[in-house]
């Protein structure tokens, strides 16, 4: 599995960004998949997560009602809306696999990341 994320940049504070995770190697739509952050100088903190069929979707409660998840088996693309950012969002993003269809698993292949810089 090969995941690549793309989308990343400067936002100022209370603005919007759109990540996009590119999937290959592996069939998209059979897993659920996960986007999780590392701040500078911080551990890795997991932001949202979604099941293969799109029902179920999961939110840090540090991001619930600003960012959004979602995907495109269609085109093996993961998302993440992300809507009134502000400096603590500010982190490396990484898109993530799970181990199975279920948000419950865990998640064996990680992207390289891209970077949200929110600063004014």
């Known amino acids: 599995a090969q995941l690549v994320e793309s989308g990343g940049g400067l936002a100022q504070p209370g603005g919007s960004l759109r990540l996009s995770c590119a999937a290959t190697?592996?069939?998209?739509?059979?897993?659920?998949m996960s986007w999780a952050r590392q701040a500078p100088g911080k551990g890795l903190e997991w932001v949202s997560a979604i099941s293969s069929d799109d029902r179920n979707t999961v939110y840090a409660d540090t991001v619930k009602g600003r960012f959004t998840i979602s995907k495109d088996n269609a085109k093996n693309t993961l998302y993440l809306q992300m809507n009134s950012l502000n400096s603590e969002d500010t982190a490396l993003y990484y898109c993530?696999?799970?181990?199975?269809?279920?948000?419950?698993?865990?998640?064996?292949?990680w992207g390289k990341g891209t970077l949200v810089t929110v600063s004014s």
């Open positions: 993530a696999k799970h181990l199975t269809n279920s948000i419950a698993s865990g998640m064996d292949s």
């Open positions: 190697g592996f069939t998209f739509g059979v897993y659920a």
